[in-house]
């Protein structure tokens, strides 16, 4: 893999390691509450059960994100499930930013929280828990569900560049030029400029042959002889008589003539 892809799967991989933060916040918040609750028989409101399911399945998908963004990041279908996905969770991110909106008001006076009303400075059901805390662990989730949104935005920008990336990978592959390493297409400055590609003449085909160059062979010393038994030598004698055939036949190399008859 190119220096580009390692950074698109460490950005990716980032972005999936504070998603998996930010949901465990929100769960570990909400699983407190469902507890104090739970342990004191007071009856569960239906929007927290949601707060905790949704803040449950985006830690979960988080962590698997993890594990196949290492794994198979950038593979076609993992990235559009992936972005599809994201899509679903900043859906969730919101749904938990509005159900938690109360977090936003001041925790002063008397206060409305998951575990009750009541005035800020009081006890909740549980010793050393009050109000007033329990209202600013409300305001922390809606903070971080807001965050959350931006991750799982982001989140969804980085898959698709990085499914574009593998898919280059794959349509370049590796090649000579890259030393069969990885198939990243290099940049036109940093190609070799040893490389055979670009020596002059070298690895070239032949040029055609002429007529000429197939009428004429190569004899010794790169001297070029007629063939064929119109060809003569030329040691024939050439002062009108008839010269004497000392060979075996006509070509080169197969037949000589030494003078007249």
Known sequence: ??????????????????????????????????????????HIETWIKAVEGLAGAATLYSLLGII????LGGVAFFAFLGVALDLCFVGAMVAIAILTRKGVSQCTGTVDTPLGSGNANDDTFSKGLT?????????????????????FLVSILFQVL?????????????????????GSRGAFWRRNKNSPDTVAGADTLPG??????????AGPNNEKKWFGSWGRNKNTATNGAAPVQTGNGYGYGNSAYTGNI
């Not at 991989?13 to 998603?19: D, S």
């Not at 196949?68 to 794994?71: A, I, Q, V």
């Not at 499914?163 to 592959?173: N, P, S, V, W």
């Open 208 to 217: 055609h042959p002429t007529p000429h160059d197939v009428e004429m062979g």
């Open 131 to 151: 109000f007033g805390m329990t209202c600013k662990l409300e305001k922390v989730v809606f903070a971080v569900a807001i965050i959350g949104i931006f991750f």
């Open 68 to 71: 196949f963004t290492c794994c």
């Open 1 to 42: 893999m190119g220096a580009g892809g390692v950074i698109l799967r460490f950005f990716n991989l980032g972005l999936r390691v504070l998603q998996f933060l930010d949901s465990a916040v929100i769960l570990g918040i909400f699983s407190y509450y469902l507890a104090v609750l739970s342990r004191h028989n007071h």
């Open 162 to 182: 990085l499914a574009r990336h593998h898919k280059r990978e794959k349509r370049f592959g590796p090649s000579p030029t890259n030393n069969y390493t990885h």
